[in-house]
């Protein structure tokens, strides 16, 4: 080849490299994070806090992007690749995630959505699209829709629920944990362990009488829907509210109190501190309630639906951290009775049966247990100051750690009671069985070692 001819050849390379160098960008590299279009490679870059509110990101690389606190409301993201981005925080209400690739993301929490359109190709790990919103742990579904939205098995761990309507939702196998209920509650501390079914808007008030902390007179309440309702420190004392749907809401220290409360239904809510003296509770249904010292006494009805470990003795509604203080259930039947953390203060249980009962933690103080059978019961840490056991069988009990100070045990059997640690001070020790089964009289009036 002549010089004539090498010297064309690199006339007409040059001519080529310096055209390539020209030519206009369908895609942009990954180095111009202000690029937007179809294709973009934004892969790595910086986005906190940014709003790319609108934008169409079509089969964008976003890959180990950081899009905490970034704003891609509305944001077309399809087929977009999101792989090893972090979204704390971040906004895709309304997005399009269809065919998009969300797998692998990082710091996945508090992210908000609602309305998302398309089915994504790959979601971050424990996340699931329901109705249009993200769900999964640490996610904002604040105000989110739920309303007859099947939730089965949805994780809402340290997820923040505040306003969700829930109303209807099939919540089977839903995994409740730090959870903030729609009405501000938490799920750990509400007495439900869970957010069940609470609405976002309580349901009207018939005759909009003014319940909260007021008596409820005038108002006309029978078969009243009162569903979802905060009805705390409300007072219904002698109000006919039978039929009425009580379920699913918050009633701590309201007053029911010789209310007709047949067939009212009272599932699901959380009624701590609510007192039923003298209630009809015929056909009520108190199924999965949370009863934290509730009072009573005088309680009429038949077929009562009560959660696990309540019974009605006497008209009394018994069960666990129940507040019995000066009740009258001389000769009752409380035969394994789940009494843990009852209030029980100065009452008359004399000749009852509470043989292979659950009273440990409970306040028995000042209580009359004469004559009762208290055979195989658990007292441990409860608190049996000055309460009369004279003549009482504790035989087998457990009484270790009991707070026992000027008890009387005249007559009492108390073979094979434990009563490690318990404090003995100024117990009365006369003709009782002592735990090994000699006679206190035998060893100077006490079973003390």
Known sequence: MNRVNLLGLVMILVGMLSLSFNL?????????????????DLSACDFTGTSLSGATLTNAILTSAILNDANFENVNLTGATLEGSSLYKTNFTGANLEGANLYGT???????????????????NGYRLINGYLVGSYANLRHADFKNVNLTGAEFTVVDLTGANLTGANLTGVIWNNTTCPDGSNSDTNGLHACIA????AASTPNQCNLSGSHASGCTLIGADLTGKDLNDADFTGIDLHDADLSLGSHRNTNLSNTNLSHANFAYSVLDGTRFTGANLDGANLQNTSLIGISSGGITGTNILLPLAWQLTGGYLVGPSANLSNTQLANADLNHAQLMYAQLTNGNLAGSNLAGSD?????????DLDGSNLTGATLMWSNLSWSNLSNANLTGANLSGAT??????NGANLTGVDLTDADLTGVIWQNTICPDGTNSDFHGQTCVN
């Not at 609470?198 to 808007?201: D, F, H, K, Q, T």
């Not at 009273?359 to 209580?367: E, F, I, P, S």
């Not at 026992?404 to 045990?409: D, K, T």
């Open 198 to 201: 609470l609405p976002a808007v």
């Open 106 to 124: 990082i710091h996945v929490g508090g992210v908000t959505s609602g309305g998302i359109l398309g089915v994504p190709r790959a979601l971050p």
């Open 404 to 409: 026992l100070a000027g008890a009387n045990f």
């Open 24 to 40: 206009p960008k369908a895609y942009a590299d990954s180095s111009d994070c202000t690029a937007r279009g179809i294709g973009v």
């Open 359 to 367: 009273l440990r933690g409970a306040d028995v103080r000042g209580t």
